[in-house]
C-alpha cells in the first residue's frame, strides 16, 4: 500500500535540512523532527515539482500542514507566478494553517503572500448591521443593539469575522448582519469585499471546501483573481469529507419557510399598495394551497417524481415562485433607497434559484439528481416542508474540479477506504499516485483494543450503559461512548444518569442542536466526564481521552435518498455495498477510533461493541483498519480484563487520583 514516489527534485535539500533534528524547525520553532514529517514535505515537494497528482494518507501527528506549507513556500520563491489554493474542511483547521503562515513566514517570507477567503456569511456587513440601526428590520435583536453601541469598533475588525465581533450574538440575529447574499453597490468598509480583493493578490489561498465549490458552481474559477496560466496547484487538505462537501455544493435546497419569509418581506413593504397587496395575497394563498397538497404524509423523507401528485404540486410552485419573484423586481424598481433595493434583489435571487432547480429536475434535465422532500414537525406544531435536489454522481463534477488546477494533492488522516484501487475509483483520480506514511504514534504501547464479548451481546441501553460504567470506573472518566443512533444516545443518557451523578462525573451528551465545540469546552473544564455523541463527535474533535468505546460500527442509516442512490449505482453496474457502503464506512471508522490517541505521551483504551464484529462477512476489513501490529482481545478475556483503576493509571503513567482532588472535582 505504501507507494511512497522517490527520488529528489526543486528544494528537497534545503526541505531536509529544515525538518533534520539539528535543522530550524527544531532549533528556531521548538519542534520535533518527525521521520513522516520529512517524508511527507519530499513526496509532496515531488509532486508538485512533476506535476503529479497525489493521493496522500498521513496519520494524525504527521505535522502535515508543515508538511505542505514549507514545499509551497519554496516553490513559490523559484516560480513567482504560480497560485496555490489550500482547501479545508473546518474553520479550526483554517485558523492553524493561518497561524502556521505567520510564525514561520519569518523564515518563508513567501507565507505572507497569502489569505484566508472564507463564505460570505462569514463576514459582517456593516450596511446590514446599519440597517438594523434604522430599524428597517430585526429591531428586537438585543445583541444587534449591543453591536450598534460598538459600531466603532466594528469598523476595524481585522477580517471581520464573527469569531471577532465584541459580543456573541445568536445564529438568528448574525445570520440578519452577515455578507450573505447579493451585492451593493458601496464598497466603502465592506469586510467581504476586501477579503475578496486580498485573495485576488495572493499566492497562496485557504479557502474552505465548500467556498471552493461554490466559487467553481457560480463563477466558473476557484478563486478570485487570474486563473488562467499558469493554472494553480490545489491542496485538499481533509479530503475524507470531499465527497459529502461536493454532494452538499451541487444540492439545491427551495424550503417552504424561506418563500413564506419572502412572501412576509414583500408583504410589510406593499400594506399601502392595495393592487399589489392583492396580487400578493392571491400568491400567498397559492402557496398554501401548494403546502397543504404536500403537507399531507408520513414524517421524514421521500422522493418525489416529476410524475407524483408532488411532483404535480411542485409544478404549480414553480409558477407560484415566478409570480412572488415578479413582484420583488417590481417592488425593487420602485424601491426608496438602495438598501431596500438590495433587499428585493437577494430575494428575486433566492426565488430565481429555487424556479430554475425545480424547473429543471420536472422536465427531466437532471437525470443524476433526485429530489427529496422532507416532512419535520416543528415547535409550533406545523410541518416544516423542505425539497431538496441532491445529486447521486459526483464523478464529473470532480473532474471538473481536477481539470482547474494543473496538480492536485489529496490529503486526510483516512483517505484509503477499502484499497487503493477503489479510493482512486471514489475520488475519480484513475491515474494519480498514492502515498502514506507510518503514523508517529507507537500505537502497540498507547492503546488497547477490545472486541466484543464473545458470551453476551452489548448492543441495547442497558448493556451499553454498564459497559460505559465498567469503563469509566478503570479510566476515572475521559470516557467517550459513539452511537450511530440518536434514540440509542437518549435512553443511554437517562440510564448512565443517575450513576453519573452519583459517582461525581460530568454527563455530556450530544443534544440535536448542540455543536460539538460546545461540548468539547464544557469537557475541557472537566474532563472527568462521560460524553455519549454521535457522528459530529466522531470526526474533527480534538480532545484527551483515556477510553473511546465505539458502540456500533458507523454505517449510515437507511433513507430514501441512499436507497435511490444504490438503484443508481446497481444501473451503473456497480455493487452498492462493497463500492460505496463499505468504503465510506470504514473511513469513518478510522475516523472514529483515531480519536483516542492525539498525542504521542498519551495511552487509551479502545472499546468496540458491536456484535458484528464477531459475526459480519464484512467485519475483517474494520479489524483490519486498526492500526497495523495492534493486539486486540475481547472483552470476555479472562487472561486479559479490562484493567483496574490503579492498573491503568500504572500502564498510562498517571499518578493515581487522590481522593482529595477526586472530592474537589466533586463539588
Ligand atoms: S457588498 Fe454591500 S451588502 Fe454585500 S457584504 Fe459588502 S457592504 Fe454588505
Not at 308 to 320: F, K, N, Q, T, Y
Request: proline share 6%.
Amino acid at each position: 500500500m505504501n507507494l511512497k514516489m522517490p527520488g529528489h527534485v526543486g528544494s528537497a535539500a534545503e526541505l531536509e535540512r529544515f525538518f533534520a533534528p539539528d535543522g530550524p524547525m527544531v532549533t528556531r520553532f521548538g519542534g520535533r523532527a518527525r521521520w513522516s514529517q520529512t517524508e511527507m514535505a519530499l513526496t509532496f515537494n515531488k509532486a508538485i515539482h512533476e506535476r503529479k497528482s497525489i493521493l496522500m494518507e498521513a496519520p494524525t501527528g504527521t505535522g502535515k500542514t508543515l508538511a505542505y506549507l514549507i514545499p509551497i513556500a519554496l516553490y513559490l520563491r523559484s516560480t513567482p507566478r504560480q497560485r496555490f489554493v489550500i482547501a479545508v474542511a473546518s474553520k479550526h483547521l483554517q485558523a492553524q494553517i493561518e497561524r502556521d503562515m505567520g510564525r514561520f513566514a519569518t523564515e518563508f517570507p513567501e507565507l505572507k503572500e497569502s489569505a484566508v477567503l472564507k463564505g460570505a456569511n462569514n463576514y459582517l456587513c456593516l450596511n446590514r448591521l446599519k440597517r438594523a440601526a434604522l430599524g428597517f428590520r430585526h429591531r428586537d435583536e438585543a445583541g444587534l443593539r449591543q453591536l450598534l453601541d460598538r459600531f466603532e469598533l466594528l469598523e476595524k475588525l481585522a477580517h471581520g469575522w464573527r469569531e471577532e465581533l465584541p459580543i456573541k450574538i445568536s445564529d438568528a440575529a448574525w445570520s440578519q448582519i452577515n455578507g450573505e447574499g447579493n451585492c451593493c453597490k458601496s464598497s466603502h468598509g465592506c469586510y467581504r469585499r476586501q477579503a475578496r480583493k486580498l485573495a485576488e493578490q495572493a499566492r497562496i489561498v485557504v479557502v474552505n471546501t465548500d467556498l471552493l465549490g461554490y466559487n467553481l458552481k457560480f463563477t466558473d474559477k476557484p478563486i478570485p483573481g487570474e486563473c488562467e496560466q499558469p493554472k494553480p496547484i490545489l491542496v485538499l487538505d481533509e479530503a475524507h469529507t470531499l465527497l459529502s462537501r461536493m454532494t452538499e455544493v451541487e444540492s439545491a435546497d427551495i424550503s417552504f419557510r424561506a418563500l413564506e419569509g419572502a412572501l412576509g418581506m414583500l408583504g410589510r413593504d406593499t400594506f399601502d399598495r392595495p393592487h399589489l397587496r392583492t396580487r400578493l395575497d392571491l400568491a400567498s394563498q397559492r402557496l398554501q394551497r401548494i403546502r397543504r397538497g404536500v403537507v399531507e404524509g408520513p414524517e421524514g423523507q421521500q422522493i418525489v417524481k416529476p410524475e407524483d401528485p408532488c411532483g404535480v404540486a411542485c409544478r404549480e410552485l414553480v409558477a407560484a415562485i415566478r409570480e412572488v419573484k415578479a413582484m420583488a423586481a417590481f417592488l425593487r424598481k420602485e424601491a426608496p433607497s438602495e438598501e431596500m433595493a438590495q433587499d428585493y434583489r437577494e430575494v428575486e435571487s433566492r426565488l430565481g434559484f429555487s424556479e430554475n432547480t425545480l424547473r429543471s429536475y420536472l422536465e427531466k434535465q437532471l437525470p443524476n439528481y433526485v429530489m427529496l422532500l422532507t416532512r419535520t414537525p416543528s415547535m409550533h406544531g406545523q410541518t416544516a416542508i423542505n425539497l431538496e435536489l441532491k445529486p447521486f454522481d459526483m464523478h464529473n463534477v470532480l473532474a471538473g474540479l481536477w481539470s482547474r488546477f494543473q496538480q492536485t494533492t489529496l490529503i486526510s488522516a483516512t483517505l484509503i477506504g477499502t484499497s487503493i484501487p477503489e479510493t482512486k475509483k471514489t475520488f475519480n483520480a484513475p491515474d494519480w499516485h498514492t502515498a502514506n506514511f507510518p503514523s508517529p504514534f507507537d500505537y502497540r504501547k498507547q492503546m488497547r483494543v477490545f472486541l466484543p464479548p464473545r458470551d453476551r451481546e452489548i448492543s441495547d441501553p442497558p448493556a451499553i450503559s454498564a459497559e460505559i460504567e465498567r469503563i469509566a470506573k478503570s479510566t476515572d472518566g475521559r470516557v467517550m461512548a459513539l452511537f450511530t443512533n440518536y434514540k440509542q444516545l437518549q435512553e443511554t443518557q437517562l440510564l448512565l444518569a443517575d450513576w453519573c451523578r452519583r459517582e461525581g462525573y460530568q454527563l455530556l451528551a450530544q443534544e440535536r442542536n448542540t455543536s460539538p465545540e460546545a461540548l468539547v469546552e464544557k469537557y475541557n473544564r472537566n474532563p472527568r466526564s462521560i460524553i455519549l455523541g454521535n457522528h459530529a463527535m466522531g470526526t474533527g474533535v480534538d480532545i484527551r481521552l483515556r477510553a473511546l468505546i465505539i458502540t456500533k460500527i458507523p454505517f449510515d442509516q437507511q433513507t430514501p435518498y441512499r436507497e435511490a442512490r444504490q438503484d443508481y449505482l446497481k444501473s451503473q453496474k456497480l455493487n452498492p455495498f462493497r463500492d460505496d457502503t463499505l468504503p465510506e464506512t470504514i473511513r469513518r471508522w478510522k475516523q472514529w477510533w483515531g480519536r483516542l490517541i492525539r498525542e504521542e505521551n498519551q495511552k487509551g483504551i479502545l472499546v468496540m461493541l458491536d456484535p458484528k464484529l464477531l459475526t459480519a462477512s464484512y467485519s475483517s476489513y474494520f479489524i483490519r483498519s486498526l492500526p497495523a501490529g495492534i493486539k486486540a482481545t475481547h472483552l470476555d478475556d479472562p487472561v486479559h480484563p479490562l484493567p483496574t483503576r490503579e492498573q491503568f493509571a500504572e500502564w498510562a503513567n498517571e499518578r493515581k487520583p487522590s481522593t482529595q482532588e477526586t472530592a474537589l472535582v466533586m463539588e
